[in-house]
T-cell receptor, first 111, second 116 residues
Framework: KNQVEQSPQSLIILEGKNCTLQ??????????LRWYKQDTGRGPVSLTI?????NTKSNGRYTATLDADTKQSSLHITASQLSDSASYIC??????????FGAGTRLFVKA | GAVVSQHPSRVICKSGTSVKIECRSL??????MFWYRQFPKQSLMLMAT?????????EQGVEKDKFLINHASLTLSTLTVTSAHPEDSSFYIC????????????FGPGTRLTVT
């Protein structure tokens, strides 16, 4: 069964701290792994995309990693800001438009 | 980057009425558009995939006669919720894409539908 599992479901951190979100996927065939940021009441915005052969991709304070052997990905946020409060969605793509969404991790950054 | 708009952003309608949501790709031609539904604290659930000029492909469990999708041009797709019920209240998000190496989807800002 194709699925994407994210952990934790929610996370509260203090502003300025770092955090890491986890994603495990079982999607076959597998081609790409994306991370999206979704602000409340808005559509998702792409943060990073990695093909199956890539191990890491950075976008500013966001760094995603991918281990295609263990089918795990992580999203690391450095020096968190209040504006980072959002849901972060991991998406595994299986070629073409086959797209499996995770349930997301809700991140709350507090001052 | 590619911009996708949705209209309206919020809509309240009475039970039994129909409501239309528009999804537009503003600066590119979208050969494929997707419609998602998202309930509170849940992830996006794909409802249907539409290709310009052809009938939409609906996901299992989504009633095609209740959720009418029209992709009449390369920049516009519409979702019409017919005979709306309170349980149809949700956040509806569209995305648009065109065949490229990464098949990236560009998401609209979403439409909050409330059926009273």
């Amino acid at each position: 069964k194709n699925q994407v599992e994210q952990s934790p479901q929610s996370l509260i951190i203090l502003e300025g701290k770092n955090c890491t979100l986890q994603c495990n996927y079982t999607v076959s065939p597998f081609s790409n792994l994306r991370w999206y940021k979704q602000d409340t009441g808005r559509g998702p915005v792409s943060l990073t995309i990695m093909t199956f052969s890539e191990n890491t991709k950075s976008n500013g304070r966001y760094t995603a990693t991918l281990d295609a052997d263990t089918k795990q990905s992580s999203l690391h946020i450095t020096a968190s800001q209040l504006s980072d409060s959002a849901s972060y969605i991991c998406v595994a793509e299986g070629g073409g438009f086959k797209t499996i969404f995770g349930a997301g991790t809700r991140l709350f950054v507090k001052a | 980057g590619a911009v996708v708009s949705q209209h309206p952003s919020r809509v309240i309608c009475k039970s039994g009425t129909s409501v239309k949501i528009e999804c537009r790709s503003l600066d590119f031609q979208a050969t494929t558009m997707f419609w998602y539904r998202q309930f509170p604290k849940q992830s996006l659930m794909l409802m249907a995939t539409s290709n310009e000029g052809s009938k939409a492909t609906y996901e299992q469990g989504v009633e095609k006669d209740k959720f009418l999708i029209n992709h009449a041009s390369l920049t516009l797709s519409t979702l019409t919720v017919t005979s709306a019920h309170p349980e149809d209240s949700s956040f509806y998000i569209c995305s648009a894409s065109w065949p490229r190496e990464t098949y990236e989807q560009y998401f609209g800002p979403g439409t909050r539908l409330t059926v009273t």
